[in-house]
């Protein structure tokens, strides 16, 4: 509990640091907004030449769009602390500073930055999905809700595991490693389409190694009343808890990481 | 029983340099950062610890709050192994790295006093009389709702004294506090740290290399160099055993520059 009100109290105080400068921040957020919404636009161009891909109509595609955008940058938002500012920390040596408190090491990294532009983001995001929502003619339930909530906290959980990968690597390395860009970043790419477009290779490593596929597509297409693969209801409903497990494991890495940490000069 | 034991402490770390030749070959060297340290300090002394750059008296510091866990040897700290217990550990200690800010950069010193008594879990009651007592003991009043970027580096200073003593730490490492500060600053920040040392019995260990510093506060010194212990007693019997490797001019000045000793240290020990 204490935990939370700690985590809430922080991202309080980020996002007032951040404040401190307007000019900069109100600056910054439209050009993400531009960016971001540059890039949708560029996507309902693309999603406009075709009839379908697959069995999947344009509102479905948009709707995929958009829970990917949503639960990445809200990801990025709220967990910046771990998704950008912890190579710096450790190449700094500011670890140590954090290192000296009595709290655990992971919570105090995730209270460390917010990144409160990336509302323009998310903001593309959920007009993707509405837009998404509209086309396709989701008719919304109390599960169907429930369950679009579900896929994005564990969404946030995979993304901050993926990006855990990074922080333990930085660790050992000092520098920062781009080699696992290809799982963050370059799943958010890939995964804001349905995997059943891809390569039997590319699936097996979105649904095994970084499960997007189980934590954002089953669901998503469970909602869009399309199962994926077949899938009964159920399966919608559990496979997100996948973004549980890859968090688990690449924690677990982390702390061994941890271990070997080694500061810097005074 | 003292409450900090140290014995036989070693920490090396392997360091990539780069070749002369060739884009990438790197040639791994060990340092030694601690060969065999070892010490006691009682509860409530305040102890100088000095050496010149690279001497370890960073690594040490970074051992004894936990940081660090060292190759061999053994630390104990009011019972307990700093690496081992971390938490625990560090809820009783204070860290002041001199170079380091733990506050937060851009709002009012208050919302970071308010967020480290969150993450201490300090009573809301015991945080008000301790703030009290710091804020006037530091004379932060007037900075208590100016955000840290817009202190000059004295007000800092004291700001982040305060911030790492909230929780009142049985323990202080101060890690080079008076570092880059003026007379006055300095002259203040010493009669803090003797005020906090014997009114709540708070055992210092202060790492510098300002010998006024150690002049002023310190009844003990202990001196660092190339990772060992060189010498562990009072200021005044070290200049006393080291008095003639000083240069004449050294001689008029009440506490000589250290750097003179320690050369004179290195010189008879053959480092």
Same mark, same amino acid.
């Given at each position: 509990?204490? %935990?939370?009100?700690?985590? *809430?109290?922080?991202?309080?105080?980020?996002?007032?640091?951040?404040?401190?400068?307007?000019?900069?921040?109100?600056?910054?957020?439209?050009?993400?907004?531009?960016?971001?919404?540059?890039?949708?636009?560029?996507?309902?161009?693309?999603?406009?030449?075709?009839?379908?891909?697959?069995?999947?109509?344009?509102?479905?595609?948009?709707?995929?769009?958009?829970?990917? #955008?949503? %639960?990445?940058?809200? %990801?990025? *938002?709220?967990?910046?602390?771990?998704?950008?500012?912890?190579?710096?920390?450790?190449?700094?040596?500011?670890?140590?500073?954090?290192?000296?408190?009595?709290?655990?090491?992971?919570?105090?990294?995730?209270?460390?930055?917010?990144?409160?532009?990336?509302?323009? *983001? @998310?903001?593309?995001?959920?007009?993707?999905?509405?837009?998404?929502?509209?086309?396709?003619? @989701?008719?919304?339930?109390?599960?169907?809700?429930?369950?679009?909530?579900? #896929? @994005?906290?564990?969404?946030?959980?995979?993304?901050?595991?993926?990006?855990? @990968?990074?922080?333990?690597?930085?660790?050992?390395?000092?520098?920062?490693?781009?080699?696992?860009?290809?799982? %963050?970043?370059?799943?958010? #790419?890939?995964?804001?389409?349905?995997?059943?477009?891809?390569?039997?290779?590319?699936?097996?490593?979105?649904?095994?190694?970084?499960?997007?596929?189980?934590?954002? =597509?089953?669901?998503?297409?469970?909602?869009?009343?399309?199962?994926?693969?077949?899938?009964?209801?159920?399966?919608?409903?559990?496979?997100?808890?996948?973004?549980?497990?890859?968090?688990?494991?690449?924690?677990?890495?982390?702390?061994?990481?941890?271990? =070997?940490?080694?500061?810097?000069? #005074? | 029983?003292?409450?900090?034991?140290?014995?036989?402490? &070693? +920490?090396?770390?392997?360091?990539?340099?780069?070749?002369?030749?060739?884009?990438?070959?790197?040639? +791994?060297?060990?340092?030694?950062?601690?060969?065999?340290?070892?010490?006691?300090?009682?509860?409530?002394?305040?102890?100088?610890?000095?050496?010149?750059?690279?001497?370890? +008296?960073?690594?040490? $510091?970074?051992?004894?709050?936990?940081?660090?866990?060292?190759?061999?040897?053994?630390? &104990?700290?009011?019972?307990?192994?700093?690496?081992?217990?971390? +938490?625990?550990?560090?809820?009783?200690?204070?860290?002041?790295?001199?170079?380091?800010?733990?506050?937060?950069?851009?709002?009012?010193?208050?919302?970071?006093?308010?967020?480290?008594?969150?993450?201490?879990?300090?009573?809301?009651?015991?945080?008000?009389?301790?703030?009290?007592?710091?804020?006037?003991?530091?004379?932060?009043?007037?900075?208590?709702?100016?955000?840290?970027?817009?202190?000059?580096?004295?007000?800092?200073?004291?700001?982040?004294?305060?911030?790492?003593?909230?929780?009142?730490?049985?323990?202080?490492?101060?890690?080079?506090?008076?570092?880059?500060?003026?007379?006055?600053?300095?002259?203040?920040? &010493?009669?803090?740290?003797?005020?906090?040392?014997?009114?709540?019995?708070?055992?210092?260990?202060?790492?510098?290399?300002?010998?006024?510093?150690?002049?002023?506060?310190? &009844?003990?010194?202990?001196?660092?160099?190339?990772?060992?212990?060189?010498?562990?007693?009072?200021?005044?019997?070290?200049?006393?055993?080291?008095?003639?490797?000083?240069? $004449?001019?050294?001689?008029?000045?009440?506490?000589?520059?250290?750097?003179?000793?320690?050369?004179?240290?290195?010189?008879?020990?053959?480092?």
């Amino acid at each position: 509990m204490n %935990t939370i009100r700690l985590y *809430c109290r922080s991202m309080g105080l980020q996002i007032r640091s951040q404040l401190q400068y307007p000019a900069s921040f109100l600056m910054q957020t439209l050009a993400q907004l531009v960016m971001e919404g540059g890039e949708f636009m560029a996507l309902m161009l693309v999603i406009d030449r075709f009839d379908r891909l697959n069995q999947w109509m344009p509102g479905d595609l948009f709707f995929f769009y958009g829970l990917m #955008s949503v %639960t990445f940058y809200l %990801t990025e *938002c709220f967990g910046r602390g771990i998704t950008g500012a912890f190579p710096y920390m450790i190449r700094t040596g500011q670890l140590d500073t954090l290192l000296v408190r009595p709290r655990g090491v992971l919570i105090q990294v995730f209270c460390s930055a917010a990144d409160p532009r990336r509302i323009a *983001c @998310i903001a593309v995001g959920v007009a993707s999905m509405v837009l998404g929502s509209i086309q396709a003619r @989701i008719a919304w339930s109390l599960p169907k809700a429930l369950l679009l909530l579900e #896929s @994005i906290a564990f969404g946030f959980l995979l993304i901050l595991g993926l990006f855990l @990968i990074e922080a333990s690597l930085v660790i050992w390395s000092v520098k920062s490693v781009e080699l696992t860009n290809t799982l %963050t970043y370059g799943g958010r #790419s890939a995964c804001d389409y349905p995997i059943d477009i891809y390569p039997r290779p590319l699936r097996i490593l979105f649904t095994v190694v970084a499960p997007f596929a189980l934590v954002l =597509h089953v669901p998503a297409a469970w909602i869009l009343g399309k199962p994926l693969y077949g899938w009964p209801a159920w399966a919608a409903f559990l496979c997100p808890l996948a973004g549980a497990v890859s968090f688990g494991l690449f924690y677990a890495l982390f702390r061994r990481a941890l271990r =070997h940490y080694r500061s810097t000069g #005074s | 029983m003292s409450y900090i034991t140290v014995e036989h402490l &070693r +920490k090396t770390f392997t360091v990539r340099k780069k070749k002369d030749r060739g884009f990438l070959a790197r040639e +791994k060297t060990t340092v030694e950062a601690l060969k065999d340290v070892s010490f006691t300090v009682k509860q409530g002394e305040l102890v100088g610890y000095i050496g010149p750059n690279g001497a370890g +008296k960073s690594t040490t $510091v970074k051992v004894l709050s936990g940081i660090l866990t060292p190759d061999s040897g053994a630390v &104990r700290i009011g019972g307990r192994v700093p690496w081992l217990e971390r +938490k625990e550990h560090v809820r009783r200690i204070g860290v002041v790295f001199g170079q380091r800010t733990q506050l937060w950069w851009d709002v009012p010193l208050l919302d970071s006093y308010d967020l480290l008594r969150e993450i201490y879990r300090v009573p809301e009651a015991d945080f008000r009389r301790r703030m009290n007592e710091l804020s006037e003991a530091l004379d932060l009043g007037s900075l208590l709702r100016t955000p840290l970027r817009q202190l000059s580096l004295g007000q800092r200073m004291r700001a982040e004294l305060c911030g790492s003593l909230l929780h009142c730490p049985e323990l202080l490492f101060l890690d080079e506090p008076t570092i880059g500060l003026d007379a006055v600053s300095k002259l203040a920040l &010493r009669d803090f740290l003797q005020w906090e040392n014997r009114e709540k019995g708070t055992t210092i260990l202060l790492t510098t290399h300002d010998m006024e510093d150690i002049a002023a506060l310190c &009844r003990r010194v202990m001196v660092l160099g190339h990772g060992s212990k060189l010498f562990d007693g009072a200021l005044e019997d070290l200049y006393a055993r080291y008095r003639n490797a000083l240069p $004449v001019q050294e001689l008029t000045v009440q506490y000589p520059n250290i750097d003179h000793v320690i050369a004179a240290m290195y010189q008879e020990l053959g480092l």
